[in-house]
């Protein structure tokens, strides 16, 4: 085995989940996250069939499903909430599981940091990496609490502003992609069994998903409003007024909110880097690495496909160099087409009526091709 002292930063998805299957194979995993506190957001989450896969891998999915909400098809309609399609989804973690689970980000969350804690990680919150020494043979680490560590890796999993990215020496950064999102989490109607996406309104778009049996999360898809906005807590008379013209059930959630919902908006940014995610003996995956615009909701799984499969390969017969090679020949291709793919669907919401748009088929042809193992 390649690695036997491996060390996380960054406690998300893609660390959670690293650390669990590291530690899972044996591995010795310290993991240090930044925020003195570890916990998801409130917020909705779509988690399609191979990120579900994912969680399998590591022993999480039946606590994630117990609280989540399984489903197999999306429906699109108008923005009067009229019925356009119901587009059957495809299996992407394989036939024996749900093609989509709706989830609170939190349950979520909360779910992995309990298996992380539960195998042995040593976790450190408010803290992080302040320096890297690499030599051939290790990599010895400077905390920010002026700690020290020596690892055989070193993976930063620290999110799409990766502070680990320029710490290695990779220089890409994330750039607006134009759109914004409003998101909230709001009471479910008894309506509402899959996703839905509603096009043709005065937005880019607007939908929601169900992610429990009494939450649904709604969204709405729009420009890059001014920057001041962005937050946790976004005026909900805003969303609204954006929102003014979405019909149906969309319509029904926005109005049902109480006035003190905490509505996050958020610019949408992406970022790829499209070389070596590894620097010797370090290097960054997730987000960290590659973050798509959500338009297949395919961000997350990505990141959790990347942990697996590399704890996988760094804790199997290759040397380390070899196992970090390999991981990028299975990992690149993939990320840089739902990357691509994304950023084509988000170019269309943004230019309505560009010849040969179809967005339908972009996107069933993408998940189609991710029920390929990863
Ligand atoms: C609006 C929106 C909607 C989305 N919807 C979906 C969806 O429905 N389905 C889906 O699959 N994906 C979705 N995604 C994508 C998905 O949320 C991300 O791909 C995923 O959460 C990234 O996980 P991560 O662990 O790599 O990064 P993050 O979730 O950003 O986690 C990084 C962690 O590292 C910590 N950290 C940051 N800096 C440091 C540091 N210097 N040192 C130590 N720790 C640090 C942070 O506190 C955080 O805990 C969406 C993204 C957006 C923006």
Known sequence: MPVH??????????????????????????????????????????????????????????RVLARAVPFDVMRLRRADGGLITELSTPHTGGPDLPSTAGALRSDLQNALCDAVYAH????????????????????????????????????????????????????????PVGMSIFRVVAERPAEMDCAEVYYGGPRFKAGYSPISASQCYAYLLDENLDASLIGPRAPLALMRERGAGYGGTW???????????????????????????????????????HACPPLIAQGAAMC??????????????????????????????????????????AAWEINPGTPGADPARIMSETLQSLTAAA
Do not use: C
Not at 130 to 141: G, H, N, P
Not at 160 to 168: D, E, F, H, T, W
């Open 304 to 345: 959790m496909e990347d942990a697996v499969l590399l704890a996988e390969l760094v804790t199997g017969d290759e040397p380390l160099e070899k196992a970090l090679d390999h991981f990028m020949s299975r990992r690149l291709p993939r990320v840089r087409m739902v990357l691509a793919n994304s950023l084509q669907l």
């Open 5 to 62: 002292k491996v060390l996380v930063v960054g406690g998300g998805i893609t660390g959670s989940v690293l650390s669990l299957a590291l530690a899972q194979r044996g591995t010795d995993v310290d993991l240090v996250e930044i925020s003195p506190q570890w916990f998801g957001v409130g917020h909705g989450i779509t988690v399609q069939g191979n990120a579900l896969k994912a969680l399998r891998s590591v022993g999480v999915l039946e």
């Open 120 to 175: 042995g990680v040593q976790v450190r919150l408010g803290l992080t990496v302040e320096r890297l020494d690499q030599s051939s043979e290790q990599v010895d680490v400077t905390f920010t609490d002026g700690s020290t560590g020596r690892y055989d890796l070193v993976v930063g999993a620290d999110g799409i502003n990766s502070a680990m990215r320029g710490l290695i020496g990779i220089t890409q950064r994330p750039r």
């Open 251 to 289: 319509g029904k959630v926005i109005a049902s909110l109480p006035d003190d919902t905490a509505v996050d908006y958020r610019w949408i940014e992406a970022v790829l880097v499209d070389e070596d995610w590894h620097r010797g003996r370090t290097m960054v995956i997730g987000d960290a690495a």
